[in-house]
Nanobody
Framework: QVQLVESGGGLVQAGGSLRLSCTVS????????IGWFRQAPGEEREMIAA????????YYEDSVKGRFTISRDNAKNTVYLRMNNLKPEDTAIYYC???????????WGQGTQVTVSS
């Protein structure tokens, strides 16, 4: 019903920046909100940011607050995650996911690798 594709990952030095993109297709009317998650090696997957399409509700996990910014381009069905002042501990696979009703996230992208070197 809903497909998501992440892009923009790569290798960056500590202190650098990246912008991730999440393009949503299919039944976009079944997507109330988009969340960004990450999973580092040996760690549990965690939510780091989320927004609804109207922009009236935004969430940031404490470890990224002030460094990461989530934004939208509704005409392109795309959600962005701007990551500034990256740290080695930000190294992870980053996923975007769709919440149809603002609850659980039921649709997931394949992920994009972010590697931050010290």
């Amino acid at each position: 019903q809903v497909q998501l594709v992440e892009s923009g990952g790569g290798l960056v030095q500590a202190g650098g920046s990246l912008r991730l993109s999440c393009t949503v297709s299919g039944r976009t009317d079944s997507s109330y909100a988009i969340g960004w998650f990450r999973q580092a090696p040996g760690e549990e997957r965690e939510m780091i940011a989320a927004t609804n399409w109207s922009g009236t509700s935004t969430y940031y996990e404490d470890s990224v607050k002030g460094r990461f910014t989530i934004s939208r381009d509704n005409a392109k069905n795309t959600v962005y995650l701007r990551m500034n002042n990256l740290k080695p501990e930000d190294t992870a696979i980053y996923y975007c996911a769709s919440s149809p009703y603002g609850g659980e996230y039921d649709y997931w992208g394949q992920g994009t690798q972010v590697t931050v070197s010290s």
